[in-house]
């Protein structure tokens, strides 16, 4: 019998903060099931925690000086995880220009926690059973059986009977899986441990910053146990960090509080505020940020093209061009004025961007203006703004920002390895 003295330590131990009921019956069951070699499923919503139980099992079992390996089976692609996970042979496959073992031959002896195992492709699932039965596994462009002794951990936040039920995830492996469940309570489940995370976060953040921690008033530790959180502990450490920079009273009151809390109860660290007045049916995110910004410049774009038009055909800049489009030079930091424009700058009769492409060109001068306008026209009259041109330019941009690396683009990006690696195959991009 597992007494609270034993749970109290495992928690000190690994950096575990809470009372809930719920969550020391979770660590009771990884302590239980900890010794055998019985396969683990680790359930809960994204952010809970989960990785943390599959250390304290492989911590506490008699695997415990071998190897342990964390996957995440949604961030390696489709057309590598079999190679990943089980390794190949040089020249089975275009870039394999050597032989590599997999994570199951490297962890030979030890534990492996496959997170996010609803992700997994259905071929890989197939040579996941097989080691799961038999200890038995092929490598890729390989015809020879290789043996493992390798216990298997893993972890999802999605539904797998749902799964099983839609076709995207074998029967057979799910209950091969689930031989010892362990669910993983959300947040909101677990009562005042809000607060003494709250209080751990800020506590460690006040370190980092070299500022004095936070503490949150009755009414705003009621207000924070109210709060659902569905972003789990990912979300609450964000709102702790954002609070330890950005409040200069350090005792928060609800109504402080309230203004990193999102309204709509999403994953955005805090609402949108101040000035900017929220309309009716109107949910902001990272994308409509990045949506406003691209259609701000598409317009300043548009504006620019026509006064580039209206001053080649009115014989170049004069005042009243200038004023009617006086937005294009709101955020210049210049002294520019249009009363002055007509005094102080010379009256071009072309344009400097058709003069200059005049000048490197040997078609004839009438035919070359009159096509120079008709594409100016042509584009003022398209108007439309492709988002995923532009998204497939900005993933383009990354990528050899950054060498095709895939992890270090999605960084960059702000979105997960995954979805980037989606977005290629949707844009078909090659690497």
């Excluded at 943390?52 to 995440?72: D, E, M, V, W």
């Excluded at 102080?344 to 200059?356: D, F």
């Excluded at 001068?365 to 100016?376: F, K, N």
């Excluded at 690396?405 to 090659?430: H, N, P, V």
């Amino acid at each position: 019998m597992i007494t609270s003295q034993e749970i109290h330590s495992v928690k000190l131990r690994f950096g575990i903060i809470g009372n809930s009921p719920l969550l020391n019956h979770a660590i009771q069951v990884a302590m239980q099931a900890a010794p055998t070699d019985m396969t683990v499923l680790i359930t809960g919503e994204s952010g809970s925690g989960k990785e943390s139980f599959s250390k304290i099992i492989h911590s506490l079992s008699l695997r415990k000086h071998g190897k342990f390996i964390a996957i995440n089976c949604g961030a390696i692609p489709e057309g590598t995880i079999d190679s990943e996970l089980f390794g190949h042979e040089k020249g089975s496959f275009t870039g394999a220009h050597e032989a590599r073992k997999g994570y199951f031959e490297v962890t030979d002896g030890g534990s492996i926690f496959l997170d996010e195992i609803g992700e997994m492709p259905l071929g890989t699932q197939a040579r996941l059973l097989r080691v799961l039965e038999n200890g038995e596994f092929i490598k890729v462009g390989s015809s020879k059986v290789q043996k493992t002794n390798v216990r298997v951990i893993t972890a999802t936040n999605v539904n797998l009977i749902k799964a099983v039920e839609k076709g995207k995830f074998r029967e057979d492996l799910y209950y091969r899986l689930n031989t010892v469940p362990i669910f993983v309570p959300p947040l909101r489940e677990r009562g005042e441990d809000m607060v003494l995370l709250f209080r751990k976060f800020t506590s460690d953040f006040s370190e980092r910053y070299h500022v004095k921690p936070i503490s949150l008033d009755e009414g705003a530790q009621n207000l924070l146990m109210r709060y659902p959180f569905p972003g789990n502990i990912r979300q609450l450490k964000n709102i702790a960090e954002q609070i330890s920079l950005l409040e200069q009273e350090r005792e928060v009151d609800a109504q402080t509080l309230s203004k990193y809390l999102p309204n709509d109860n999403s994953r955005l660290p805090m609402a949108i505020s101040g000035n900017t007045q929220k309309s009716e049916g109107t949910d902001f995110s990272e994308r409509d940020l990045l949506y406003k910004v691209l259609f701000d410049m598409k317009k300043d774009m548009n504006e620019l093209k026509k006064l580039v038009l209206e001053s080649y055909q009115n014989g170049g800049l004069n005042q009243s061009i200038i004023q009617k489009h006086s937005g294009l030079f709101e955020d210049m930091e210049s002294n520019f004025t249009p009363s002055e424009t007509q005094e102080s700058s010379p009256n071009y009769s072309v344009p400097l961007v058709l003069e200059s492409q005049k000048s490197s060109s040997s078609m004839d001068e009438h035919d070359y203006e009159d096509e120079t306008i008709e594409d100016i026209i042509h584009e003022e009259d398209d108007n439309s703004l492709s988002l995923e041109k532009k998204e497939k330019e900005m993933i383009l941009r990354a990528l050899r920002k950054h060498n095709n690396k895939r992890k270090y683009a999605a960084s960059d990006l702000g979105i997960s390895e995954r979805t980037l690696y989606r977005k290629i195959k949707q844009y078909e991009i090659d690497q």
